[in-house]
């Protein structure tokens, strides 16, 4: 570790003597990992006894959370200097060609900064490869905090109506896409391991399948078309993405077990599988209103998105062009945000209004599997331009507990 982290910190001072890559906005993926790998740090520090060692299983539970951090370098660097790959290629082929490079663009840079990624990547491997997954078998999980669940639902219903309360984003729209679909794919694994542990009607969990399978499929396709759609800036609602996060580290600590699913029975003995399920379906409830929320933003005219991706999005629909271009050539050598395209917001509104429907089918599905249920409007929500109103009990519930995974 202590060669990674010197590694780390001279291509910090280099790139702070040379000035490549330049400024940018970072990664919001890379960016929450690094964030929550600070907050850790914090908690373990604040923690940690300045004299006494720790226990046995203490020791074999830090080593296991020491693996799990080299894999995370291990898997970012990796990404990395696959991500070099085409940039350098580029870069060599106008080399070739005699022409020019892009401002701030440099082939000699960029090889270099492959080849010290690359070492990192190397010694990150070289360092899990007698401990991924083994270390991991002694790893201590406390039991899921009763409560979790339904405050993580509720702080993600809360925060997604109030993020998309303000001027929709690209980025903002995709983070909610991907946790919808997590929570959708969640659903249906504690559906299925509540069935087989006769916790829940086998018959019922069988109904709702197949509309959870396509309300999963609808959000999935949602969320590439906005992956396809991200620009330049790529900014990301900061509790947006801490509320999302939270709802996937609830989840996770049910349905998986170290790198792989939990079974049934180990999901059983983690939480009360039919409340669990109770708890996600009445979330599907309430997410309908979402559905049509987040159809009203697809919907906005201030609405951008990157301009190759909406270049390339309006190009595939075979739409008939009333001018040379969909989007103008200087924005598509920068990727700035621009308007999108109609056949673009044509698609992304077909998008939408399927997610809409098979909402509205799986919330009346799952009738008899949530237990108390919440009535939805048919039509367009107004919760983008009014607030819902919160019990102060319910924002009690939402502040007990914030991510720590």
Known sequence: MNRISNLADGLHRTHQHTGWPGAGDADPHLASIASSLS????????????????????????????????HVLYVSSHGVRVALNPYIADLQRRSDARQSSPRGDSLVRARDARERIGAIERLAGVSLK????????????????????????????????????????????????????VIVGATATIGAAGAQRESLDAAAVERV????????????????????????????????????NEVQAALREITHDRAGLATPDVMSDRVDLQVAAQQLYQSLTAAVDLAH???????????????????????????????????????????????????????????ANRIVDTAISTDSSGLSLAARRTSHRSEP??????????????ANVIARRGCER
């Open 209 to 244: 399948r197949p509309a959870l399978a396509e309300l999963g499929d609808s959000w999935s396709a949602l969320r590439g078309d906005l992956v396809e759609l991200r620009g330049r800036q790529a900014r990301v609602d900061r509790p947006l993405i801490q509320a999302g």
């Open 293 to 351: 929320v987040t159809r009203d933003a697809l919907a906005d005219p201030e609405l951008t998105g990157g301009a190759r991706g909406a270049h390339l999005m309006a190009h595939a629909s075979n739409a008939a062009q009333k001018q040379a271009a969909w989007v103008d050539a200087g924005s598509l050598h920068q990727n700035r945000d621009v308007p999108l395209p109609n056949p673009v917001r044509d698609r992304l509104a077909e998008r």
């Open 381 to 394: 929500s107004l919760g983008r331009r009014e607030e819902r109103a919160w019990s102060a009990q319910e």
């Open 39 to 70: 907050r850790a740090a914090d908690l373990v520090q604040a923690r940690q006894h300045p004299t006494a060692a720790p226990s046995r299983p203490g020791q074999l539970d830090a080593e296991a959370a020491r693996t799990r951090l080299m």
């Open 130 to 181: 007698d401990r991924w997954p083994s270390a991991l078998a002694h790893e201590h999980r406390e039991r899921p905090w009763p409560s979790r669940l339904e405050a993580a639902l509720a702080r993600w219903d809360l925060q997604a109506h109030r993020t998309l309360a303000g001027p929709p984003t690209v980025s903002n729209l995709e983070v909610i896409a991907q946790t919808q679909q």
